[in-house]
């Protein structure tokens, strides 16, 4: 987690340098945006990466669908594929938002060649993966740091069969 804390400062202190007032604009219906986030999910006590895309279908609505890769721990790794609906409350004059969501989408695991003791004896179990469908709710803030450029932070509980929570920081492009 202070890696995360650390990444989120530097990428911080980097773009800040360059943002100025006078450039940001109020968001407007049919913006689109991408974010790259690195983060833990903490179910399995991982980390990973994530795109996500955005598009305002009005002002304070856009949905936003996203892919989050999740590198292996104890030899699960996992992928997720949601599509989430963003209510964006805007504060223009601080540069920051912040919204509430709630999506749906797939989980999925793979489970790698494990070997396991059963009753004092090893055994090898078989590769496999498990697909869930899942729900997911939570929330975000952005900072805007420049005409196009912003940082943000997102919190998401997913349930399903895998119940879990995901954190996450990254940087955005507006388009």
């Known amino acids: 987690m ?9 990428i911080t202190a980097a773009f800040s340098m360059s943002a ?3 450039q940001i604009r109020s968001p407007q219906a049919s913006d689109f945006a991408v974010v790259g986030h690195v983060g833990y999910q903490t179910n399995y006590e991982r980390f990973g990466i994530d795109l996500q895309g955005r598009y305002n279908l009005m002002k304070n609505i856009r949905i936003a669908p996203d892919i989050a890769f999740y590198f292996p721990n104890d030899k ?5 594929v949601m599509l989430n609906a963003h209510y964006v409350f805007y504060f223009p004059q601080d540069r920051f938002s912040v919204y509430p969501l709630a999506g749906f989408g797939m989980q999925n695991n793979f489970y790698a060649k494990q070997t396991i003791m059963i009753d004092g004896t090893e055994a090898k179990t078989d590769s496999h993966s498990k697909t869930d469908f899942a729900f997911n709710l939570g929330g975000g803030i952005s900072y805007q740091i420049s005409a196009q450029g912003f940082l943000n932070a997102e919190v998401k509980f997913m349930l399903g ?6 954190i996450m920081l990254g940087y955005g492009y507006r388009f």
């Open 20 to 22: 100025q007032t006078s």
């Open 161 to 166: 069969d895998n119940d879990n929570a995901a």
């Open 76 to 80: 699960v790794t996992g992928l997720d």
């Open 2 to 10: 202070k890696k995360l804390l650390l990444v989120a400062a530097f």
